[in-house]
Nanobody
Framework: VQLVESGGALVQPGGSLRLSCAASGFTFSNYHMAWYRQSPGEERDLVAAIDSPGENTHYADAVKGRFTISRDNAKNTVHLQMNNLKPEDTAVYYC???????????WGQGTQVTVSS
């Protein structure tokens, strides 16, 4: 099983980034997908989630209206479009795949997002 994140970078406040996560080694369309983030000394927090068919999404209050999660089940990828980035969005962003039915939970290695002028 592999989840490989990409797209993290240094960006100025107000800028945009698009994170991607490429999945392999499991049946992607059977899993809900999520993005989490973690800052130094902080817990890993849920940012956004999308259900297995891509019909329902959930966002943390801090990112509502700025971030959009999407998935492509044909390409086994999930994306996080981040707009109007703020310094407080600085963190390592992790891709997560989970299935409560199968009792499986997978994590990527993370990608660094830094928002600074």
């Amino acid at each position: 099983v592999q989840l490989v994140e990409s797209g993290g970078a240094l960006v100025q406040p107000g800028g945009s980034l698009r994170l991607s996560c490429a999945a392999s080694g499991f049946t992607f369309s059977n899993y809900h997908m999520a993005w989490y983030r973690q800052s130094p000394g902080e817990e890993r927090d849920l940012v956004a989630a999308i259900d297995s068919p891509g019909e329902n999404t959930h966002y943390a209050d801090a990112v509502k209206g700025r971030f959009t999660i999407s998935r492509d089940n044909a390409k086994n990828t999930v994306h996080l479009q981040m707009n109007n980035l703020k310094p407080e969005d600085t963190a390592v962003y992790y891709c997560n795949a989970y299935s409560t039915r199968l009792n499986r939970n997978y994590w990527g290695q993370g990608t660094q997002v830094t928002v600074s002028s």
